[in-house]
Structure formats: C-alpha cells, structure tokens
C-alpha cells in the first residue's frame, strides 16, 4: 500500500482498454484491480488480467466469481449463441445484459469497503462496438446513483468513476499506453480467443484493435489466427 | 408461464419485505423470483424464499451465487463483526455495502434476458434501518441509470423499478400481506437467525419486526430465542 497516494479501484478485464487505464490511473492513485469471472468464453482473458496486475505492481488485485452466464441472454457467455464475424447492425450479440452496470457496482462496493472514492473503467465511446452502457451519459447516471447508495457517500466522501478513454480514438489509447509502459502483447481484446490466447482476427474486438494499431502507427503484438 | 400477465422480476429475500411484495405483485405480473446466496450468516433465509417462491407458484426462482461475502465490510457477511444488541446512532454495521445496487443490476440483467420492463424490490423508508439504498432518491437514480444501461431500454422498452412498500409502515406492510395471503411464520427477518430458524428477538431487524405486528395488531408467528 502507497500512503501518499489515494486509493481506487481499477476495473481490469485483461483487454486493451482497462489496462491502458491501470498504467494511467497507477501514476496517481494506490491502484486495488478488481477482475471478474463471469462466464465469459476463454479463462486467457483473465490469466493477462494477473500478468498485468502483477507487473503494474497493484496493491490488491481480486478476481470475483459471479453469476452472469447464468443468466444467459449474451454470445460472450452464452455457448449457443455464436461470435458473429461480421459486423452487425445495431447493437450486437456479444452484448452481455447489465454487465457494466454489475461490474461498476461491485466496484462501488469495494471501494467503500476500501474507503476509496475513486473508480476507473475503461469504457470508450468512440471506437466502441454500440454498448449502451460505454456511453457518457450512462456514465454519469451510474455516478449519480452511486452518489446516494452509499454509506460512504452519504457522510459525504464522494464517489468519482473516471473513464479517461471515454473521448479517445482506438489509436489514441495505444499511444497513451506505450507511453505509460504496456505491453499490449499481453493483453487480450478477442471476443473468441483460443487457449493459447490467440486472437481470432474476425470479431468485432479484433478488427477495432487492429485498425486501432494501424492507425497508430504501432506494430500489433497480437497473435491472430487469421 | 401466464402468457397474459407481463413478465416482472421479484427480489425476493425470504424476508417480510420482499414476500409481501411477491405477493402483491403476482395479481398482476408473471413473476421471476430472484434470490441470492451472497455470504450471508444463515442459509436459513434462502429456504424461507424458496417455499415462499414455491407456495405462490413463480413462474422461475433462481438463487444467484455471488461474492459479496469477499469484499467484507459488514456484520452481515463478515463473521468478524458481531450483530448489534442495540440500535445503533447512523447508519448500522448490517449495512451491506452496495448491495442493494448489486441486486438491483443483476435484476435489470435477467429482466432484459426476459423482455421484463418491471423489477419489483421491497425497500422501506419508513420502519427501516437506515440504509442509504432504501430511500426514493436512491431508488429514481437507479431507475434513470437503468435506461441508459441496456440495450432493451435504448430500443424504448423502459424499464420500471417498483417500489409498492416504500412509503408504508411495518404495520401497513404487514396488514398488505395478510390480505395478499402472506403466511409470515414462513418469512424470515432477523439478522442473526439460529440454524432453526429462530429470530434472536433482539436485533434491529427483529425489533422492527415485533413493533410492525404489535402495531398491525396481528399475532406475530415467528419463533423468538428471546
């Protein structure tokens, strides 16, 4: 534990986005990484969720076991429903029913547990595949909420959910994580990776990070498929 | 399934609360019961909720496993914090941080699986603890949340949050369920309940449950230890 620095809680998936917003976010606060799993299709996500919480040295990194795939209804959780390799229109199939929502409330209850005030998610609105709830407004509704649902808030320490990559282009977050020391090769962004943790090239996740490299102008560490 | 009643989702604890609102909700909604085994003292509650589910016939009941007991923080899930003899000034240790906002989002989760629009959860203002996720205010923040955060809601199936006991006292609450066919011998209130299922007599939760009958002037079933 850093006693000069505050505490937040990290929402880390192993992908991309979230850790781009640890090696930020550990810059100035006593980062606690909060991982879960959740029935999503690979383990692989979560073993580069440890690599990376040990690397960027956090303080606490807790995987939470919990019950979303039960409830079914998404392709990320759901082994009946297929990865589309297409982009679909609207939102798409790989949308898990209230998952920011469950994670970033979760999030609010460690960090009161933590006496933390700060949370962070990576969500993105910009090169973002259409979820509801990556969306700024959503964001701030969450805020709102978690502004009266706690003990902590209450007394008056006020709960603040940063989402630094919220305006940012896919490309954009790359260069801000090289230049905060990520390795993007052990992160995992496929929506349908294999068990030696290589990308399928095709999903929705593959084709935004790859363009986001191009665009970039930064070599793509990741393994693909196809 | 009633294919002329619209689908709701029903938090239903096993407590007074919660088997009250069930059973007023039922005349009008399909119900989907949704209980949660989430580190609490005594599984005992989670058996009250399932003869409750049972005897008014839902349409489903699901027990969701979740770690709520990990993050720590309360006397509810912390074996470490004893339950209160007396009332405590504030905001008491039984507090849960978050849990209600937990509970809450996997319901909005399954009611989108389901095509539910309707989330029916027995928070009280009045005869209450003091839990800051119990009041109105908490309560439309969430709601507003809500429709920003799933893709039901952003293609206009609004989803509504409903409250039936927020505004009674414990002896209306009660007065409702009895005329609603509530059998409270089988609910489940106390906070520190013994593995038979007797209510310790003198926890918060308790007391507000013996004033509530004295109050109703109903004969209160349950088994008190003292």
New interface residues.
Partial sequence: MNESKPKAVILLSGGLDSVTVLATARKKYDCYALSFSYGQRHSIELEAAKKIAKQFEVTEH?I?????G????SALTDMDIDVPETQEEG?PVT????????FL??A???A??LEAQDIFIGVNAVDYSG???C?P??ID??S???N????S??EGHIISIHTPLINLSKAEIIRMGIENGVDYALTISCYAANEQGEACGVCDSCRLRKTGFDDAGVADPTKYTK
């Fill in positions: 807790r939470l076991k919990i019950d979303l039960q409830l079914g209804g939102i949308y898990v029913p209230a998952r920011n929502t469950i409330s979760y609010l209850a460690w009161e547990v979820y509801p709830d969306r407004e959503y509704a969450f709102k909420m978690a009266l649902a706690t003990k808030a209450i």
